[in-house]
C-alpha cells in the first residue's frame, strides 16, 4: 500500500509541476514562451518513459537483493559501479559536440558539412569506449579484488563485466535525437531496455541465480540500449537527410571545425569530474566500510536521484534551446526562459523534500528488503545533495553557451577535490551518514559557485536594458 502511495505522489508531483509550468507562460513573451512550452513538452516525454523505468527499478533492484542477500548485492553494485565509472570518465561527450557545431548546417541542409561532424562524434565514441574497456579490464588486473572491495571469486565474472564498456558510449545516436527533436524515441528504447532488465531479474528472482547471472542481465541491459539508440539515430539520420550513412567517413581522420577536439574534451571532462562525484562515493565506501554499507548508499542515492529525476529531465532539453537562442542572439529570451525554469525547479525541490519526508523510509525498506539504522537521515542527506545539483539544471548548460566551460571545470575540479576529503574525514566519524554530508556541502558549494557568474551576466542585461530605456 506504502509503494503504490508512492507511486501516485510521484505521479501527481510531475503533472502539479507541468501545470505550474502553464501559469508562468502567461507572463512569457510569444517566442520565449514558445520555447518554454518546447522544453515543458519535451520533459514530459522523457519524464513518461522514466516513470514506468522508475517504478520497474524499484521491483528489479528489490528481486535482486532478496535473490543475492545485502552483501553479495553490494558486491555486484560495486562491480557495476565501477564499470560505469569507467565508462564515463573515458567516455567523450559527443552529442554535445554534434550539436553545438552540427546544429546550424543540419538547419541549413549543409549535409556534407553535418556529415563531417557526425562522422567525428561517431569516432570520438568507439576511440572513448575502447579505451574504457582497456582501462576496465586493467584496472581489475592491476589494482586486484581485494582493493575495490570484492571477494577474490568474482574477479573472472568482473572482468567479463568490463567487455560491454565497448558498446556503453551512445552520444552519437543521442545527439541525433535531441538535434530532431525526437524525444519520443527515447522512451521507447529505455522501454525496450526496461523490459529486458525487469524479465531478466524477474527469471533470476525466480529461479534463484547466482551472481554473474545478475551481471550478465545488467550487461545485456546496456548492449540493448547501445543497439535500439544506434537504430533510432540511423533511422532520424535517413529520414531527415534522405541520404546514405556516411560510413566511409567514419574511418577518415578528420576534424571538419578547427577547435572541434578542444571543445569536446572540454565538455567530457566536466562530466567525468561529475561522474567521479556521483558513483566514486560509492566505491570509497565499499573499500572503506564494505559492500553492505555501500549496497545501502547505493539504493539510497538511487532513491534521491530518482525522485529528483523529472527536474533532471529538463539537461537534454535545454541544451538545444539554448544553442538556438545563441544562434539567434536572443539572450534576453534565454535569460527569462532560465529565471521561470530556475523558478519551477525550487518550487518541485520543495515538493520533492516533502515527499522524502513522508515516504522515503518505506522505499528503502521495500527495496533492500532490509531495515538499516539511521536510513531517514541517510535519505534526507543525499536528497537535499540531489535538489541542490538540480537548481545547477539551467546553470551549466546556460555557462557552456556562454562560453563559460572553463570556469565550471575549474570549479567542478576544485569541488571533487573537497569532497574527497570530506568523504573520508567524515566516513570515521559518522560512517555512511558522513559520507552523505560530504554529498550535500560539495553540492551546496558547487551551486554557490556557478551561480555567481550567472546573477552578474544577468544583472549585466538588466542594467543594459534600463540604460537603452
Given at each position: 500500500?506504502?509503494?503504490?502511495?508512492?507511486?501516485?505522489?510521484?505521479a501527481?508531483?510531475?503533472?502539479?509541476?507541468?501545470?505550474?509550468?502553464?501559469?508562468?507562460?502567461?507572463?512569457?513573451?510569444?517566442?520565449?514562451?514558445?520555447?518554454?512550452?518546447?522544453?515543458?513538452?519535451?520533459?514530459?516525454?522523457?519524464?513518461?518513459?522514466?516513470?514506468?523505468?522508475?517504478?520497474?527499478?524499484f521491483?528489479y533492484?528489490?528481486?535482486?537483493?532478496?535473490?543475492?542477500?545485502?552483501?553479495?548485492?553490494?558486491?555486484?553494485?560495486?562491480?557495476?559501479?565501477?564499470?560505469?565509472?569507467?565508462s564515463d570518465?573515458?567516455?567523450?561527450?559527443?552529442?554535445?559536440?554534434?550539436?553545438?557545431?552540427?546544429?546550424?548546417?543540419?538547419?541549413?541542409?549543409?549535409?556534407?558539412?553535418?556529415?563531417?561532424?557526425?562522422?567525428?562524434?561517431?569516432r570520438a565514441d568507439?576511440?572513448?569506449?575502447?579505451?574504457?574497456?582497456?582501462?576496465?579490464?586493467?584496472?581489475?588486473?592491476?589494482?586486484g579484488?581485494?582493493?575495490?572491495?570484492?571477494?577474490?571469486?568474482?574477479?573472472?565474472?568482473?572482468?567479463?563485466?568490463?567487455?560491454?564498456?565497448?558498446?556503453?558510449?551512445?552520444g552519437w545516436?543521442?545527439?541525433?535525437?535531441?538535434?530532431?527533436?525526437?524525444?519520443?524515441?527515447?522512451?521507447?528504447?529505455?522501454?525496450?531496455?526496461?523490459?529486458?532488465?525487469?524479465?531478466?531479474?524477474?527469471?533470476?528472482?525466480?529461479?534463484?541465480?547466482?551472481?554473474?547471472?545478475?551481471?550478465?542481465i545488467?550487461?545485456?541491459?546496456?548492449?540493448?540500449?547501445?543497439?535500439?539508440?544506434?537504430?533510432?539515430?540511423?533511422?532520424?539520420?535517413?529520414?531527415?537527410?534522405?541520404?546514405?550513412?556516411p560510413?566511409?567517413?567514419?574511418?577518415?581522420?578528420?576534424?571538419?571545425?578547427?577547435?572541434?577536439?578542444?571543445?569536446?574534451?572540454?565538455?567530457?571532462?566536466?562530466?567525468?569530474?561529475?561522474?567521479?562525484?556521483?558513483?566514486?562515493?560509492?566505491?570509497?565506501i565499499?573499500s572503506?566500510?564494505?559492500?553492505?554499507?555501500?549496497?545501502?548508499?547505493?539504493?539510497?542515492?538511487?532513491?534521491?536521484?530518482?525522485?529528483?529525476?523529472?527536474?533532471?529531465m529538463?539537461?537534454?532539453?535545454?541544451?538545444p534551446?539554448f544553442?538556438?537562442?545563441?544562434?539567434?542572439?536572443?539572450?534576453?529570451?534565454?535569460?527569462?526562459?532560465?529565471?521561470?525554469?530556475?523558478?519551477?525547479?525550487?518550487?518541485?525541490?520543495?515538493?520533492v523534500?516533502?515527499?522524502?519526508?513522508?515516504?522515503?523510509?518505506?522505499?528503502?525498506?521495500y527495496?533492500?528488503?532490509?531495515?538499516?539504522?539511521?536510513?531517514?537521515?541517510?535519505?534526507?542527506?543525499?536528497?537535499?545533495?540531489?535538489?541542490?545539483?538540480?537548481?545547477?539544471?539551467?546553470?551549466?548548460?546556460?555557462?557552456?553557451?556562454?562560453?563559460?566551460?572553463?570556469?565550471?571545470?575549474?570549479?567542478?575540479?576544485?569541488i571533487?577535490?573537497?569532497?574527497?576529503?570530506?568523504?573520508?574525514?567524515?566516513?570515521?566519524?559518522?560512517?555512511?551518514?558522513?559520507?552523505?554530508?560530504s554529498?550535500?556541502?560539495?553540492?551546496?558549494?558547487?551551486?554557490?559557485?556557478?551561480?555567481?557568474?550567472v546573477?552578474?551576466?544577468?544583472?549585466?542585461?538588466?542594467?543594459?536594458?534600463?540604460?537603452?530605456?
Amino acid at each position: 500500500m506504502g509503494y503504490q502511495k508512492t507511486l501516485f505522489i510521484k505521479a501527481r508531483l510531475t503533472f502539479d509541476c507541468l501545470s505550474v509550468s502553464d501559469a508562468c507562460l502567461d507572463i512569457m513573451p510569444q517566442k520565449s514562451r514558445s520555447v518554454f512550452s518546447r522544453i515543458i513538452g519535451n520533459t514530459g516525454i522523457l519524464i513518461t518513459g522514466r516513470v514506468l523505468n522508475a517504478v520497474c527499478s524499484f521491483v528489479y533492484v528489490a528481486w535482486t537483493s532478496q535473490t543475492l542477500g545485502l552483501n553479495l548485492f553490494g558486491v555486484m553494485l560495486l562491480i557495476t559501479t565501477f564499470a560505469t565509472l569507467i565508462s564515463d570518465i573515458t567516455r567523450f561527450q559527443s552529442w554535445q559536440t554534434l550539436l553545438h557545431y552540427g546544429s546550424k548546417a543540419f538547419q541549413e541542409k549543409d549535409f556534407n558539412q553535418f556529415d563531417d561532424v557526425l562522422a567525428f562524434c561517431i569516432r570520438a565514441d568507439f576511440f572513448s569506449a575502447a579505451i574504457g574497456m582497456l582501462v576496465g579490464l586493467g584496472g581489475i588486473l592491476i589494482l586486484g579484488t581485494s582493493r575495490l572491495g570484492w571477494p577474490a571469486e568474482v574477479k573472472p565474472d568482473a572482468l567479463l563485466c568490463m567487455l560491454i564498456i565497448l558498446f556503453m558510449n551512445i552520444g552519437w545516436s543521442t545527439g541525433m535525437l535531441r538535434l530532431c527533436n525526437r524525444f519520443k524515441l527515447v522512451t521507447i528504447y529505455e522501454f525496450i531496455t526496461t523490459c529486458v532488465r525487469t524479465g531478466g531479474c524477474g527469471i533470476g528472482y525466480w529461479l534463484h541465480m547466482p551472481l554473474g547471472y545478475f551481471l550478465f542481465i545488467w550487461c545485456l541491459t546496456q548492449f540493448t540500449l547501445f543497439v535500439t539508440c544506434s537504430y533510432a539515430g540511423i533511422y532520424l539520420f535517413h529520414q531527415y537527410t534522405e541520404r546514405a550513412f556516411p560510413i566511409r567517413k567514419i574511418f577518415q581522420r578528420k576534424t571538419p571545425v578547427e577547435g572541434m577536439w578542444k571543445f569536446t574534451l572540454s565538455v567530457s571532462f566536466n562530466e567525468i569530474l561529475d561522474s567521479i562525484f556521483q558513483q566514486g562515493g560509492t566505491l570509497a565506501i565499499g573499500s572503506s566500510l564494505g559492500a553492505g554499507e555501500a549496497a545501502v548508499y547505493r539504493v539510497a542515492r538511487q532513491i534521491s536521484n530518482g525522485l529528483s529525476k523529472p527536474a533532471q529531465m529538463m539537461i537534454p532539453t535545454l541544451y538545444p534551446e539554448f544553442i538556438r537562442f545563441r544562434d539567434q542572439g536572443d539572450w534576453h529570451g534565454m535569460r527569462l526562459v532560465t529565471l521561470k525554469i530556475f523558478g519551477l525547479i525550487l518550487g518541485f525541490s520543495l515538493l520533492v523534500f516533502f515527499l522524502t519526508v513522508l515516504v522515503g523510509e518505506r522505499l528503502f525498506t521495500y527495496m533492500l528488503h532490509y531495515s538499516w539504522p539511521g536510513e531517514k537521515t541517510i535519505l534526507v542527506l543525499l536528497v537535499c545533495s540531489a535538489l541542490f545539483d538540480i537548481c545547477l539544471v539551467p546553470i551549466e548548460p546556460l555557462l557552456t553557451v556562454m562560453k563559460r566551460i572553463s570556469f565550471v571545470l575549474k570549479a567542478r575540479t576544485a569541488i571533487i577535490g573537497c569532497y574527497f576529503v570530506f568523504l573520508y574525514g567524515m566516513m570515521r566519524v559518522a560512517g555512511i551518514n558522513g559520507a552523505a554530508l560530504s554529498s550535500v556541502i560539495s553540492s551546496f558549494l558547487m551551486l554557490i559557485i556557478c551561480a555567481i557568474p550567472v546573477i552578474k551576466w544577468f544583472t549585466r542585461l538588466s542594467e543594459n536594458d534600463e540604460g537603452q530605456s
